[in-house]
């Protein structure tokens, strides 16, 4: 009965454990493997591992590598969900000076086509045979304005990214990070000794049931 009641009383951590380990290993077996194809879902379970033992140890120390370990663990899955963001920021700010480009170049081509077309046309008055040649200029002339114009429109529209991606970023971020403290505590809480949860439980029980609690071993040398 009492080893029933410790298990039921640690199932809940035990559950919310497996689930976030099982969410953050989902978007850290992603990140480390695109640069570890081989062996990227090894680093994401062994350095979960690590933190997990690490954080149940009561030792300064091996807590601080602990943290430092789910630090690590964080990082991956942060990474990995922001990235879009981050390349759609990227594209962002580099596309001012790739319109500038590509205009500066369409400019060009626009005036060359227009000076071939120019002398094309003054050959054409003296000589036959640049009918064909004066179709063609046209042609591209048109295309290049074209191409003008829709880059034209596609400058004036926002660069900036919608709000609904930001926050689904922003959200998605905060889940990981609770998701990450929800681990620590929860391989805290299991890791607790034995004693200290016995004692709890019984303490509890014995106050629900209105009997007060034995005093322990030093209350009763202290009494006596």
Known sequence: MKITRQTLHKLPALLLLCGAVVLMQKHAWAF???YDASFGPLWAIMLEGAALWL????SIAKNT???LASLLVLAGPL????APAL???QQSTAAPALYA???AGLLAQRDSLSASLATYNGNSQSRVGWAARIDTMNTELTRVNAELNALYVQ???PLNMPWQSLAAVAMQAIALVIFQLLIVLCIRALSAPRSTVSEETTTITARSAGVKP???APRLRAAA
């Not at 954080?55 to 009561?58: A, I």
């Not at 990474?79 to 922001?82: G, K, L, W």
């Open 32 to 34: 480390w493997s695109q």
């Open 55 to 58: 954080w149940s140890q009561r």
């Open 65 to 67: 590598m602990a943290l």
């Open 79 to 82: 990474y990995q969900v922001s």
């Open 87 to 89: 390349e759609q920021y």
């Open 101 to 103: 480009k590509r205009e």
């Open 155 to 157: 400058q004036q529209q």
């Open 214 to 216: 034995r005093a322990t």
